[in-house]
């Protein structure tokens, strides 16, 4: 019944990705009245001036383009001509790093918390204040006393991804059964050994959702720093590619952005699964 369901699940997707594509294509396949303009003008302004094609690619030319970039994605031309393998190694590179930062600090501080009301009551007023802040705003001020593009849009991912981990972490910590506690007081288990034992392997299915959620926070965010400080990433490639009016190229981004966030999701979204156990 499962493996019927996921087949039924295939084919209803891969139809809808067909009428998607079909429509998208007649879309855009048509053309437009043009009017006289000057020679200049029309020369920069291209085909799409001058004979009324609509100027958004439609899927066989995104499909082409993809396939020019995934020939050789790992190109370096200069500092604005970087394959787009280099560009979203720099923004996996930099998730990476700020989400491990992130990782660091909120399991520790989530077992405390969770595991201490008065830690709880103490640390509530500033994590209320800061979770709200949208991680962009951090940017100006990571970026003047950082004085790095670079390490200020890895501070940017640490905070974006800090809030989600330490929140479901103070949850699956505070909600572990307290007959399992109590079984463990019961014979003498000390708290560190009471964390690692006890507390963790029940609250982790908890941990992972927060960092399955922070994850794609991560991805999500990056793109908005990296246009904002530009240089290298996938986010500073879809804005130099619009400044160049290339929507093929932007479009492209997109859907390689996607696909990069659906593996990591699923990478987390596995790991998750192995931690869950029934009850």
Same mark, same amino acid.
């Given at each position: 019944?499962?493996?019927? *369901? ?23 396949? !048509? ?6 303009? =000057? ?21 066989? =030319?995104?499909?082409?383009? *993809? ?8 190109? =370096? ?8 393998? /280099? ?8 998730? @990476? ?34 979770? $709200?802040?949208?991680? *962009?705003?951090?940017? $100006? ?9 670079? *390490? ?6 640490? /905070? ?6 330490? /929140? ?32 963790? $392997?029940?609250?982790?299915?908890? /941990?992972?959702?927060?960092?399955? +959620? ?9 793109? @908005? ?9 996938? !986010? ?10 290339? +929507? ?6 997109? &859907? ?7 593996? &990591? =999701?699923?990478?987390?979204?596995? @790991? ?8």
């Amino acid at each position: 019944m499962t493996r019927s *369901l996921t087949l039924r699940a295939a084919v209803l997707s891969l139809t809808l990705l067909a009428a998607i594509l079909l429509a998208w294509q007649v879309a855009v396949s !048509g053309t437009a009245k043009t009017e006289a303009m =000057d020679p200049e003008y029309a020369a920069l302004m291209g085909a799409t001036a001058t004979t009324g094609k609509s100027a958004m690619p439609g899927p066989l =030319d995104v499909g082409a383009t *993809l396939w020019q970039h995934l020939k050789d994605p790992f190109y =370096d031309r200069g500092p604005n001509d970087k394959g787009l393998g /280099i560009q979203l190694a720099y923004s996996i590179g930099r998730v @990476a790093l700020g989400y491990g930062l992130a990782v660091l600090v909120a399991i520790p501080v989530g077992f405390l918390i969770g595991m201490s009301p008065l830690m709880s009551r103490a640390l509530d007023p500033y994590i209320q204040i800061l979770k $709200p802040v949208s991680p *962009l705003a951090w940017m $100006p001020l990571a970026l003047y006393t950082i004085k790095d593009s670079g *390490l200020s849009a890895i501070f940017v991912i640490f /905070i974006c991804s800090l809030w989600p981990m330490l /929140i479901n972490t103070v949850f699956g910590v505070s909600g572990t059964r307290k007959e399992w506690l109590n079984v463990a007081r019961t014979l003498e288990v000390g708290p560190l050994r009471r964390a690692f034992t006890v507390i963790l $392997p029940a609250a982790a299915p908890t /941990i992972l959702t927060g960092m399955r +959620i922070s994850i794609g926070i991560a991805w999500l965010v990056i793109v @908005a720093a990296e246009m904002l400080v530009g240089g290298t990433g996938i !986010g500073y490639f879809v804005w130099n590619e619009w400044n160049n009016l290339s +929507i093929t190229n932007v479009i492209t981004s997109i &859907l390689l952005i996607g696909l990069v966030g659906m593996v &990591l =999701d699923q990478l987390l979204a596995r @790991a998750q699964r192995l931690v869950t156990f029934p009850e």
